[in-house]
């Protein structure tokens, strides 16, 4: 069983440019079927970039998704854990402030991404999150799109 970050972590966690626009981090998030990248000059993490951050701190406002930059729209100065922290100071980290994902950090560097759903896959496999964590994702097409009813 893993003990540290840094082995249950996935490495080389998905970045943009402060100035990337929404379009792009969208873009990104649906090419490699993400729901988060982190905002990032110069291997310097400046915040965290959701779907979530997306759909309410700008398309429900009706701001123009091109207009705007990631880094005016994601959580700023996002809490993180080192990538030789124990499992279980990341758990700790994730429940108290109530955050699905942590980026990983080693001597002040972005490294990686841990997720709940990792921990999951390594402290109870059997789980149901660790089983959703593992299924592939749906495929969306834009015929399904355009068929779909509610």
């Not at 970039?49 to 998704?65: E, K, M, N, Q, Y």
Request: with cysteine; net charge negative.
């Amino acid at each position: 069983m893993a003990t540290y970050v840094r082995e249950v972590m996935t490495p080389a966690a998905t970045t943009v440019r402060p100035d990337a626009s929404l379009v792009e981090a969208a873009q990104l998030m649906r090419a490699q079927d993400i729901g988060d990248v982190l905002v990032a000059r110069d291997g310097q993490l400046l915040g965290v970039l959701t779907d979530r951050d997306i759909a309410l701190r700008a398309v429900a406002d009706g701001v123009d998704p091109l207009s705007v930059t990631c880094q005016s729209v994601c959580t700023p100065d996002p809490v993180t854990v080192d990538a030789e922290a124990e499992i279980d100071a990341a758990v700790g980290l994730m429940r108290t402030h109530a955050v699905r994902r942590l980026p990983v950090v080693a001597d002040e560097r972005l490294t990686g991404m841990v997720s709940i759903g990792d921990l999951a896959r390594e402290r109870d496999p059997d789980s149901a999150l660790a089983e959703i964590s593992r299924a592939a994702p749906d495929t969306w097409t834009e015929e399904g799109a355009l068929n779909w009813t509610p």
